[in-house]
């Protein structure tokens, strides 16, 4: 099993930033990629970005919704075992629970039956 617990979370003004965390733990050696959806009021959960890798760790791929593309970076620290959301230029429309996933298979994903381990999330709100 893999536990990831999601911080970062909070309340903001349109135009600002905030950064996510994801701290997982348990069988990290099973992972092969990992991303960010999230779950606007009324709405279904939807992608936001991923990040898979090479089975060497030499190469790291990245894969962004449209809705956020230049504006969210995802990043990984190996050493701490933990994902990065960085959002900037935040939006009203960027409200929403951000939940961080798991899966154990590579490749890019941006289905929610992709993956196969999810965080309990952390909201953010964004204010006009």
């Known amino acids: 099993q893999v536990q990831l617990v999601e911080s970062g979370g909070g309340l903001v003004q349109a135009g600002g930033s905030l950064r996510l965390s994801c701290a997982a733990s348990?069988?990290?050696?099973?992972?092969?990629?990992l991303g960010w959806f999230r779950q606007a009021p009324g709405k279904e959960r939807e992608f936001v970005a991923n990040?898979?890798?090479?089975?060497?760790?030499?190469?790291?791929?990245?894969d962004y919704a449209d809705s956020v593309k230049g504006r969210f970076t995802i990043a990984i620290d190996n050493a701490k075992n933990t994902l990065y959301l960085q959002m900037n230029s935040l939006k009203p429309e960027d409200t929403a629970v951000y939940y961080c996933t798991a899966r154990r298979t590579g490749g890019a994903g941006t289905q929610e039956e992709d993956y196969d381990y999810w965080g309990q999330g952390t909201q953010v709100t964004v204010s006009s």
């Open positions: 348990g069988r990290t050696f099973s992972i092969f990629g």
């Open positions: 990040t898979w890798w090479s089975g060497n760790y030499n190469h790291y791929y990245a």
